[in-house]
């Protein structure tokens, strides 16, 4: 009896220093060395990716899209856009908060509506209208057919940060005559902002938009 008594006090002594070790090895040990080796070699992206302004306050994240409207008037619904940004896709995901008034993840998610759904259709064709109207300038007018689906349509998440190279060219005249700079200017600026292809054949060719805003507002600066 009692050296069974004893057995189990044994096995259970060594249950609980298996416990303590392992608790302070994957408890303790490894996430402090992941951490650490994160911190070192991976440093931006460990922390989200933060992009700063030139003036070294952050701004977003290159991971998360964010809105650029004007302030709601009173009996508004929505927002209107502030045309003098280039414009991200579509999504009810963005909005604002205290520290960045243009950022703010209130839900994130799609449609989850099919293709042929009613409402679908009404708002891509809505969107589509918009997007001619807003980009078409005195001697510039955008038609339905150069609109691309990034533009009507919000991605998977609903908080994509880019937009394709293609719907940020379309942006071009108008965001040169809201601030007053050349055409040649800005479509260099989109060229200068655009992302190839991961490691060469991953994925499509990118802008992100808060990048690119950042960079407008600086060549806004310069005059």
């Known amino acids: 009896m009692n050296n069974s008594a004893g057995n189990a006090g044994r096995l259970l002594w060594a249950g609980l220093r298996a416990l303590l070790v392992l608790t302070v090895i994957t408890g303790v040990l490894y996430p402090l060395a992941v951490t650490g080796i994160a911190q070192i070699a991976f440093n931006d992206k460990a922390n989200g990716s933060e992009i700063k302004d030139a003036s070294g306050k952050v ?8 809105t650029y409207d004007l302030p709601t008037k009173e ?20 909005g604002s908060n205290s520290v960045n008034t243009r950022y703010e993840l209130i839900l994130s998610g ?14 891509v064709t809505e969107a589509k209208a918009a997007v001619v109207k807003d980009n078409s300038t005195a001697g510039h007018k955008v ?11 919000s991605s998977g998440s609903g908080l994509d940060p880019h937009i394709s190279p293609e719907y940020a060219k379309l942006q071009v005249h108008r965001v040169a005559e809201k601030n007053h700079l050349t055409v040649a200017q800005v479509d260099k600026l989109v060229a200068d902002h655009t992302d190839d ?3 060469g054949f991953i994925g499509e060719p990118r ?3 808060l990048v690119l805003n950042i960079a407008l507002k600086g060549l806004v600066a310069k005059g």
Do not use: C
């Not at 701004?59 to 964010?66: A, D, F, H, R, T």
């Not at 929505?78 to 579509?90: E, G, H, I, M, N």
């Not at 038609?143 to 349509?153: L, Q």
């Open 143 to 153: 038609k339905p057919s150069d609109v691309p689906a990034d533009a009507v349509t």
């Open 207 to 209: 802008v992100n938009v």
């Open 110 to 123: 799609a449609t989850n509506r099919s293709g042929d759904n009613a409402d679908l259709i009404q708002w």
């Open 197 to 199: 292809r991961i490691l």
């Open 75 to 94: 009996g508004e619904e929505t927002a209107s856009p502030d045309l003098k940004w280039f414009q991200p896709r579509p999504s009810n995901g963005l």
């Open 59 to 66: 701004v977003g994240s290159e991971l998360i899209g964010q």
